[in-house]
């Protein structure tokens, strides 16, 4: 069945919102008129979204965001409908009783984040300014949710239309910020950290001496480890590599060192490679430029993914630079300091440039949840991590999305700050399963 959706004046913000909507989440065909003839003579199934209420069809009111050109402060005020929030209410007696559309726009085109804030201490979008965590639903994928329930409302009103419900999915990914805790660090580090292990008087400077001798391990050389832990269950993690100079928030070990060759070479076996962009290149083409050439140089492979350091982004400017470097694929849409859905969904989407008003294909990867958050900021205990983290799933799960975490090299080690965070992830992969 046909699917017809009427709208009296047809935007680049209302045809990117369908796009997702019908053509990502529905696997469904659309058109669109702003031919009232063509709408009211129309067989198959139809949507009805504008101010005309006698045309028939699906009726979803329009509250007027998608036909703008203009980006503004909005004062959005979230209201309830059961426990799912909604924006842009507008007409109880509609078919639903909010503009989908609009709302569905506001949150994965990031509007609010166009708009002028106040930066934390690395320049990004704190979680705290954002509406979702201001009214409390952060963690709930609200665009899912409203499109799980525009589905089930089409279904029921035309039966024979064809609308996939999606399926859960599981994509694993892994940050390398710090590949060794005390090998190839050179001779300036390694001697200023053995200054300081030896004032902390914990042994760690006995464990730092073990390691350089050969004795032990290295504590963060966990790769053979991530590796076993994917293969075993079939997975294939993405896994992103600072390829930078050392600088005072990149840290990595130098990427024309033959370790790092060889470590990326390893990781390959079992895992996709990808770029993990910089601090510094945060705003930096020339950088970026330069750290994507080495990693593919090392990698004999073109590099299209991409998660910024840090998550140290702005938009539009940090995607528009990515595009412009080649990168097809980015995975920075998430929080630091929150877990959560940062842009109310767990389904890709492509970027929206809002200051250009244009759809690109640029395609954004949304993560839930990382290690470094629920231990650092959060504070969590890794028994309520896990429970946190148990909660998410299930909120992925119940709208056939695509649940995404970040776990470090480190955190695999169950070393130090780390004890007790291997077994999270172990019963994470255990439940989501």
């Known amino acids: 069945m046909d699917l017809l959706i009427y709208t009296e004046q047809p935007s680049p913000r ?18 669109v008129t702003d031919q009232e003839a063509t709408f009211s003579t129309h067989k198959g199934a139809g949507i009805n979204y504008s101010g005309k ?20 402060k909005l004062g959005l005020m979230p209201e309830l409908s059961g426990e799912v929030p909604q924006l842009f209410s507008h007409d109880k007696e509609a078919d639903l009783p909010f503009d989908i559309f609009s709302a569905v726009f506001y949150m994965i085109s990031r509007y609010e984040e166009y708009l002028p804030f106040h930066p934390d201490q690395h320049g990004r979008f704190p979680a705290a300014r954002s509406l979702a965590h201001r009214y409390d639903f952060l963690e709930s994928p609200v ?26 999915t599981y994509l694993p990914t892994s940050d390398i910020d710090l590949p060794f805790a005390i090998l190839h660090r050179g001779m300036m580090r390694r001697v200023g950290a053995n200054i300081r292990s030896s004032m902390k008087r914990n042994g ?38 600072l390829t930078s100079g050392y600088g005072r928030y990149d840290k990595s070990i130098s990427p024309d060192n033959e370790t790092f060759r060889e470590l990326v070479d390893k990781t390959m076996k079992y895992g996709s490679p990808a770029l993990h962009p910089s601090y510094r290149s945060a705003g930096n083409s020339s950088i970026l430029q330069k750290e994507i050439h080495t990693l593919s140089a090392i990698t004999g492979k073109k590099i299209l993914s991409s998660r910024q350091h840090y998550l140290k982004f702005n938009l539009p400017e940090s995607y ?27 389904k890709p989407f492509n970027f929206y440039d809002l200051e250009r008003e244009t759809e690109t294909s640029l395609r954004v990867i949304p993560f839930q949840v990382m290690d470094r958050t629920l231990k650092d900021y959060m504070n969590l205990s890794p028994e309520t991590a896990l429970q946190k983290i148990k909660q998410l799933v299930d909120a992925v799960r119940l709208v056939k999305g695509t649940f995404v975490s ?15 965070w291997k077994d999270v992830y172990l019963e994470m992969l255990d439940y989501i399963k």
Request: hydrophobic share 40%; net charge negative; with cysteine.
């Open 14 to 31: 209302l045809q990117y919102v369908l796009n997702f909507v019908f053509r990502d989440c529905f696997k469904c065909d659309f058109s």
């Open 53 to 72: 209420y006698g045309l028939g069809g699906f009726l979803i009111p329009k509250s007027g965001l998608l036909a703008e050109d203009c980006i503004r």
């Open 143 to 168: 665009v899912d949710l409203w499109i799980k329930d525009l589905r089930e409302k089409l279904t029921e009103s035309f039966p024979e239309l064809d609308i996939s419900p999606g399926k859960f």
């Open 204 to 241: 760690e400077l006995k464990m730092r001496r073990a390691v350089l001798s050969g004795e032990v391990k290295d504590p963060f050389d966990t790769f053979d480890e991530m590796g076993d832990i994917h293969t075993s269950r079939g997975l294939q993690p993405i896994i992103f590599f």
């Open 320 to 346: 528009r630079q990515y595009l412009e470097a080649g990168i097809r694929e980015e995975y920075s849409m998430g929080f630091a300091s929150s877990i959560g859905f940062r842009a109310g969904t767990s």
């Open 406 to 420: 970040i776990w470090h090299n480190d955190a695999f080690s169950d070393h130090g700050e780390w004890e007790g």
